[in-house]
């Protein structure tokens, strides 16, 4: 069963940069996409960004370069960097699988296996 | 367009079905996956593609899509259904990821 394991800094001050890593457990790493979401205290949920197995990544351009994130195949973990933080950035993140299907009528994309979550805090 | 709308709150009777439902133009190209979250806890998929449950979501809830709406079904609501719910999809690009607002599911 795969299981995703994330750990990282809780707290930051502002302007710092947050970084994150989740590494995989019993299942392949190639194949899939590689998300980073996350939750601000009482909000709904916020895709941050992805990166494949090949280190190939799309990113919310909203949180526009701000955002890196980096593949390590060799250990089966992925990291995200988050620079410039604020308090808005004060959030659970997760980290989470995501997988691709296509048929002839249509296609879809689901994420389901995700991490416990780290709660970070940015404050001065 | 690069959102997906859901109603903020929903609620239903013990034991009836409630629908969420979820637009957006990329519900055009993309099937939605449907989440559950419960307090403190990570989301858990309870619909994906075209309605399929992962092991160990019961089968009264069913999903189901027409244009660019995406709909969630439970049918004989339980108490332990009362959760948020997110739905989420590629957008029409297939290059990001988008996830609805959540609507708040109260059982009565």
């Known amino acids: 069963q795969v299981q995703l394991q994330q750990w990282g800094a809780g707290l930051l001050k502002p302007s710092e940069t947050l970084s994150l890593t989740c590494a995989v457990y019993g299942g392949s790493f190639s194949g899939y996409y590689w998300s980073w979401i996350r939750q601000p205290p009482g909000k709904g949920l916020e895709w941050i960004g992805e990166?494949?197995?090949?280190?190939?990544?799309n990113n919310n351009p909203s949180l526009k370069s701000r955002v890196t994130i980096s593949v390590d195949t060799s250990n089966n973990q992925f990291s995200l960097k988050l620079s410039s933080v604020t308090a808005a950035d004060t959030a659970v993140y997760y980290c989470?699988?995501?997988?691709?299907?296509?048929?002839?009528?249509?296609?879809?994309?689901?994420?389901?296996?995700w991490g416990k979550g780290t709660t970070v805090t940015v404050s001065s | 367009s690069s959102e997906l709308t859901q109603d903020p709150a929903v609620s239903v009777a013990l034991g009836q079905t409630v629908r969420i439902t979820c637009q957006g133009d990329s519900l055009r190209s993309y099937l939605a996956t449907w989440f559950q979250q419960k307090p403190g806890q990570a989301p858990v998929v309870v619909i994906y593609?075209?309605?399929n449950r992962p092991s160990g979501i019961p089968d009264r809830f069913s999903g189901s899509t027409s244009g660019n709406t995406a709909s969630l079904t439970i049918t004989g609501a339980q108490a332990e259904d009362e959760a948020d719910y997110y739905c989420n999809s590629r957008d029409s690009s297939g290059n990001h990821l988008l996830f609805g607002g959540g609507t708040k599911l109260t059982v009565l």
């Open positions: 990166i494949n197995h090949r280190g190939g990544t």
């Open positions: 593609g075209k309605n």
């Open positions: 989470a699988r995501g997988l691709e299907k296509e048929t002839f009528h249509y296609q879809y994309y689901y994420m389901d296996v």
